[in-house]
C-alpha cells in the first residue's frame, strides 16, 4: 500500500507534522501538543484548555529541605530538526539548566518521530544531570494527553476492565467522599452511572500488564492509545503498579511515580551527583474503523498493535545516540531452581519464575531501584529464561518466584558489552527457610488477592468490578472489615479455617465512630504435640503491603501484653486506600523458643497497632510456621 511521504511545516509559534494519517500540531519552542488532527475530527484534544495544558510532558520535584512538590510542566526552549526525509520527521525541543536559575537542575531533551505509514506519534525524552549540579527529589514523570470529553466517553484498560466513564464535570457535580479523587456520581449525563464510584485509582495496573490503554469515540468511531512497547526505562520492576487511563477523559504514561511505594520510590539526586536516562519512546497509536463497525474492535486492533511495537522493541529509529539500538545490546540467559528440601530432595524448576535485571544493589532492592534501567522476563516451566535486548551496562540478576518466599539475587554483577550473549547456566535460589512447614496460610504470590474480599458498600460500587476479579479496587472495603467483624476481630483456626473465606485481604482498623479509629488484633489458632521446648520454631511473615503500619507478634499471651516481636513503623504504600491488592514486599522470620508453646491449644496473636486513620495497615501475602528443623512431625496446609 502507497502511503504519502511524511512533511513538516514550520510556523511562527508551532509546527505541523504530518503523514496523509494524521497532522500533529506541537508549540514552539515549548514542544506542547496542542492538537491531533485524525479521521475528520479536527482536534482529538481538548481545545477549550490553554496550549500547554492539552498534551504535555510533567514532572513533580522538591529541593531539598523543602516539602511539597514543584509542578513543572517540560517546556523546551530551543527546537531542532532532527531528522527530516520522506519516511521519518524527529523534532528535538530542549530545556536546559544553567547555575544563575532556581528552577528544575536537568537538562531535558523532549522529542517527537513521526513516521511514515504510522497512524500515530512517538515520543521520547533524555533527563540529564551534569556533575556539580544541586541536589534534587523527584516523584513523578510522565506524559499526559487530556481527550475531548464530547467525544472519548468509552475506556479501555484491559479485556475486562473496559465501560463508558463519568465526565469531568459529572465528577464536580457528584460527592467527594474520604479523599478527593474518590466521588460518588450523584448527577451524571450518563443515568446507568449514578450511585456509582469514581476513583482514578480503580484504573491502576502493573508495569507488566501495563502495554496499552486509551479511549474511544464511538462518532466516528475512532481510537486513542498508549502503547508502550518496553517498561526497560520505568522503575521498581515488573509489579510496580501505576496509573493508566482515567476520567477527563485524561490517557496517561507514567514513566516514574511514588505511587503504591511511597517514600522509597522518590528520585533522590544528592549534590553534583551526575545522571542521564532515557525515558521511551512510547507510541500514541490512533485506529478507526467505518460507521457500520463495532467501536470496541478497535480494542483488539490496538493489542495487535502493541504487540508488533514490542516485537520491534528496541527501535531502530530515534536518532538520539542515547537509545541503544538492537546491536548495541545483549542477552542473558540460564536457568533458575529451587533448593527446598523440605519440599523435595530433588531441585524444584521456577516455573514462571520472574527474572530480571536491575542496577547492583541488595537482594529485592530491584522493587525500590529508580535510576537505572531494569530488563524482566518470566522463565518457562522448566526454569529456563532469556532476557533480550539489555542496554550495555553492569547489572545484578534478581529474581523471586511465585509458591516461595523471599528474593533471589545471583552472588556477583554481571557486565553487559555490545552484542554479547551471557550464558549463566543453573542459578540456585535456596528460599528462607529453617524447618518443616507445620502450618501455612495463603500463597506465597506476593499479593494479598487470594483472600476474602468482601462485597462492597452497595451504595458505593463501582459496577466494573461487581462480577470481576479486581473485586478489591472497589471503594471503601476498609470500612467493611468493621461492618463483618463489629464488635470482635478475626480469628483464623488453622484446622478448620480456609483462608480464601476466612482471612480477610486487608489488616485494617475498626471503626469506632465519629472518625475514630482503633487498632485491631486478629488471631491464629492452633493445636500442637509433642512441643519441642528447647528447640526454635519460626513463623515467617510475607507483607504484601504497608501502610503507616507496625505489625506486633505475641505468643500466648493477651493483646495488653508485651510483644514477642515488631516489625516497627513500616510502609508509605497506600495500598489500601487505593485500591490495590499490593505495594512494596516484605518479609519477616521470626524467631519463636518452643518454650513459648504448649501441649494443645495455642495463639499467636497479630496486632496492627497504629490507629487513627481507616488506611494504616498491612496486607499478607503468606504466614508460615515452621517447626524446628530436627521436628519432622506431618504438616498441617490450609
Same mark, same amino acid.
Given at each position: ?450 483472600? @476474602? $474480599?468482601?462485597?462492597? /458498600?452497595?451504595? *458505593?460500587?463501582? &459496577? ?6 479486581? !473485586?478489591?479496587?472497589? %471503594? ?120 513459648? @508453646? $504448649?501441649?494443645?491449644? /495455642?495463639?499467636? *496473636?497479630?496486632? &496492627? ?6 488506611? !494504616?495497615?498491612?496486607? %499478607? ?18
Amino acid at each position: 500500500m502507497y502511503y504519502p511521504p511524511v512533511q513538516l511545516h514550520l510556523f511562527q509559534d508551532h509546527v505541523v507534522l504530518g503523514n496523509g494519517l494524521l497532522n500533529l500540531t506541537l508549540s514552539t519552542p515549548g514542544g506542547m501538543i496542542t492538537g491531533i488532527q485524525y479521521n475528520g475530527i479536527d482536534n482529538l484534544l481538548e481545545g477549550e484548555y490553554k496550549e500547554n495544558n492539552r498534551g504535555y510532558w510533567d514532572i513533580n520535584w522538591s529541593k531539598p529541605g523543602h516539602p511539597g512538590d514543584i509542578y513543572d510542566k517540560i517546556e523546551g526552549t530551543n527546537v531542532y530538526i532532527i531528522k527530516e526525509d520522506e519516511d521519518q520527521i524527529e523534532l528535538s525541543f530542549i530545556k536546559k539548566w544553567n547555575s544563575l536559575e532556581t528552577g528544575l537542575p536537568l537538562n531535558i531533551d523532549k522529542r517527537y518521530i513521526m513516521l511514515r505509514g504510522c497512524p500515530g506519534f512517538y515520543s521520547y525524552a533524555i533527563f540529564e544531570r551534569l556533575e556539580g549540579w544541586p541536589g534534587i527529589s523527584i516523584s513523578q514523570g510522565r506524559i499526559a494527553f487530556k481527550l475531548q470529553p464530547n467525544l472519548f466517553r468509552y475506556m479501555a484498560v484491559s479485556d475486562e476492565k473496559q465501560r463508558i466513564m463519568p465526565t469531568t464535570l459529572d465528577r464536580e457535580k457528584g460527592q467527594v467522599l474520604d479523599y478527593p479523587e474518590a466521588v460518588l456520581l450523584t448527577d451524571p449525563s450518563s443515568s446507568f452511572l449514578r450511585g456509582e464510584v469514581d476513583d482514578k485509582y480503580q484504573y491502576s495496573s502493573d508495569n507488566k500488564d501495563n502495554r496499552v490503554h486509551g479511549w474511544i469515540c464511538s462518532d466516528p468511531p475512532t481510537g486513542f492509545w498508549i502503547i508502550t512497547p518496553s517498561n526497560e526505562f520505568k522503575t521498581a520492576g515488573p509489579v510496580k503498579q501505576d496509573l493508566t487511563s482515567h476520567a477527563g477523559p485524561i490517557a496517561l504514561s507514567m514513566f516514574f511515580s511514588t505511587h503504591y511505594a511511597g517514600r522509597p520510590l522518590m528520585i533522590e539526586f544528592q549534590d553534583g551527583e551526575p545522571w542521564k536516562k532515557v525515558f521511551g519512546p512510547v507510541l500514541v497509536y490512533l485506529n478507526s474503523v467505518s460507521d457500520d463497525e463495532d467501536p470496541p474492535t478497535l480494542w483488539a486492533d490496538a493489542k495487535e498493535q502493541m504487540l508488533i511495537e514490542t516485537k520491534s522493541w528496541p527501535y531502530d529509529f530515534p536518532v538520539s545516540d542515547d537509545f541503544a539500538y538492537a546491536p548495541q545490546r545483549g542477552t542473558v540467559s540460564g536457568r533458575l531452581l529451587v533448593r527446598d528440601s523440605y519440599i523435595n530432595e530433588r531441585l524444584i524448576t521456577a516455573n514462571a519464575a520472574y527474572v530480571g535485571l536491575a542496577l547492583p544493589g541488595e537482594t529485592g532492592s530491584w522493587q525500590t531501584e529508580n535510576k537505572g534501567y531494569q530488563f524482566w522476563t518470566q522463565a518457562d516451566a522448566r526454569g529456563y529464561f532469556v532476557i533480550k535486548g539489555v542496554r550495555a551496562g553492569k547489572y545484578s540478576v534478581y529474581a523471586w518466584v511465585p509458591g516461595f518466599i523471599g528474593d533471589y539475587k545471583f552472588h556477583n554483577p554481571i557486565t553487559i558489552l555490545p552484542g554479547s550473549r551471557i550464558r549463566l547456566g543453573n542459578l540456585i535460589y535456596d528460599p528462607p527457610r529453617n524447618g518443616p512447614t507445620r502450618w501455612e496460610i495463603g500463597i506465597p504470590d506476593r499479593t494479598a488477592a487470594e483472600f @476474602f $474480599v468482601p462485597d462492597p /458498600n452497595p451504595t *458505593l460500587m463501582n &459496577q466494573l468490578y461487581a462480577n470481576e476479579g479486581e !473485586k478489591y479496587r472497589q %471503594y471503601g472495603l476498609w470500612d467493611r472489615y468493621t461492618d463483618l467483624y463489629p464488635n470482635e476481630d478475626l480469628v483464623y483456626t488453622v484446622e478448620t479455617s480456609i483462608y480464601q473465606t476466612d482471612w480477610y485481604f486487608a489488616h485494617v482498623n475498626r471503626n469506632a465512630g465519629n472518625k475514630t479509629y482503633i487498632p485491631t488484633t486478629w488471631k491464629i489458632l492452633f493445636d500442637l504435640s509433642n512441643v519441642d521446648d528447647s528447640g526454635n520454631y519460626t513463623l515467617q511473615i510475607a507483607l504484601a503491603s504497608a501502610t503507616d503500619a507496625e505489625l506486633q507478634v505475641r505468643i500466648n499471651v493477651e493483646a495488653t501484653e508485651k510483644f514477642h516481636f515488631t516489625t516497627g513503623l513500616i510502609g508509605k504504600d497506600n495500598s489500601i486506600a487505593r485500591h490495590g491488592i499490593h505495594g512494596l514486599y516484605w518479609l519477616y522470620s521470626v524467631n519463636v523458643p518452643g518454650s513459648l @508453646f $504448649v501441649e494443645g491449644s /495455642n495463639t499467636i *496473636l497479630l496486632t &496492627q497497632s497504629r490507629g487513627s486513620s481507616p488506611w !494504616k495497615g498491612v496486607m %499478607y501475602d503468606y504466614i508460615r510456621l515452621e517447626d524446628p528443623s530436627s521436628n519432622t512431625q506431618p504438616s498441617k496446609h490450609n
